[in-house]
């Protein structure tokens, strides 16, 4: 399978095709390239039907999503597995990119999921309250809001800090 995608940096984009595997392997945050892990077939089917990803680190894919068959994901799987990755088997709540990303901290870096996981649910509250807010035109609201934002990511800094110190 060929995967045609956009790599968004700044205001510029580069266009690319790869196959599955490279594309997977270049998606940010969804294998753990140092420690090589595999997410679930349900992270990775997620992930590839919602059609973009951003990280801050590396900038915004933007693809048109797609749903693979479970042949090509099982495919997928063992293809990663011959270059060393490791199939691993989260908790039943790691059913998302982002609830992997959270689980991925907690196996590799010992930074508990239950909290991390309960400050990252805020965050995303907030955030969806912001589009509504911009989408509205409540500038005030908004303002507020951002100031919320800030605070939540605080905490979840100094939580994530804190473990990493610790």
């Known amino acids: 399978m060929k995967v045609k995608f ?16 490279d594309f997977t392997l270049r998606l940010p945050d969804l294998l753990s390239k140092k420690n090589k892990l595999i997410p679930p077939t349900e992270v990775l089917s997620e992930t590839f039907k919602k059609g ?14 797609f749903s693979p068959e479970e042949s090509e994901l099982n495919d997928l799987t063992r293809r990663l597995k011959r270059k060393g990755y490791i ?3 989260p908790p039943e709540w790691v059913t998302n990119r982002d609830a992997w990303v959270i689980w991925k901290f907690e196996y590799l870096n010992h930074i508990p999921s239950k909290k991390h996981l309960s400050l990252y649910n805020q965050l995303y509250v907030v955030e969806q309250a912001m589009q509504t807010a911009c989408d509205d035109n409540q500038t005030a609201v908004l303002n507020k809001l951002s100031q919320e934002k800030i605070q939540i990511m605080s905490k979840l800094s100094d939580y994530a800090l804190h473990h990493f110190v610790s």
Request: include cysteine.
């Open 6 to 21: 956009r790599l968004y940096r700044d205001v510029n984009h580069t266009n690319h095709e790869c196959n599955l595997v």
């Open 52 to 65: 973009l990803l951003f990280a801050e680190t590396v900038g915004l894919f933007e693809w048109n999503g």
């Open 87 to 89: 199939a691993v088997d």
